[in-house]
């Protein structure tokens, strides 16, 4: 049996301004088999986002990624499942909102993407991304401890949902 990824999701403050598109998307999220592992509602310091968006400080467009990252409360979550990574960037669709509206209309982005900053989600694009990206967000977070002892338990479906915490706990039995 494969080893799960965890993957970093955020929900942008233009969706979350939104309630009917921001409960679609996560209605989709659950209902495409991801597991949340830790969720939060806040919104993002501009600390946080110069360290998130450090690789594109010397484009055209970091200025507006800050700008509007930090403009209002993002959805911050953690997945999980088999594949996560990329099974979240499929679902999310092409970062260009243009191409994804043309090519593939039916992702997170051809629906409810604005533009290529006001593109409705962010995904890690890969395990190291991930790891980077989670501990600027839950800087308490263990990952080797979450993959030796909680993983098993997620892939293995011991967990329950907690609605109104919009996260995935491990049942004890």
């Given at each position: 049996m494969a080893i799960w990824q965890l993957t970093m999701a955020i929900i942008k403050p233009h969706i979350i301004k939104n309630p009917?598109?921001?409960?679609?998307?996560?209605e989709l999220i659950l209902s495409s088999n991801f597991k949340i592992v830790l969720y939060k509602r806040k919104t993002i310091s501009?600390?946080?986002a110069e360290d998130f968006y450090y690789e594109h400080q010397h484009k055209f467009f970091y200025n507006r990624l800050l700008t509007f990252i930090t403009s209002g409360p993002s959805d911050i979550l953690v997945l999980t499942k088999e594949n996560?990574?990329?099974?979240?960037?499929?679902?999310?669709?092409?970062?260009?909102v243009f191409k994804a509206q043309f090519e593939?209309?039916?992702?997170?982005?051809g629906q409810y993407g604005l533009s290529d900053t006001r593109n409705a989600?962010?995904?890690s694009d890969s395990e190291q991304s991930a790891e980077r990206e989670i501990k600027i967000f839950f800087p308490e977070f263990n990952m080797d401890k979450w993959f030796?002892?909680?993983e098993p338990l997620f892939?293995?479906?011991k967990v329950i949902f907690l609605e109104d915490q919009f996260k995935h706990e491990v049942v004890l039995r």
């Open positions: 009917v598109s921001c409960t679609k998307i996560k501009i600390c946080e996560a990574i990329a099974d979240w960037r499929r679902l999310m669709g092409p970062t260009k593939a209309a039916n992702t997170i982005r989600t962010h995904g030796g002892e909680k892939r293995s479906d």
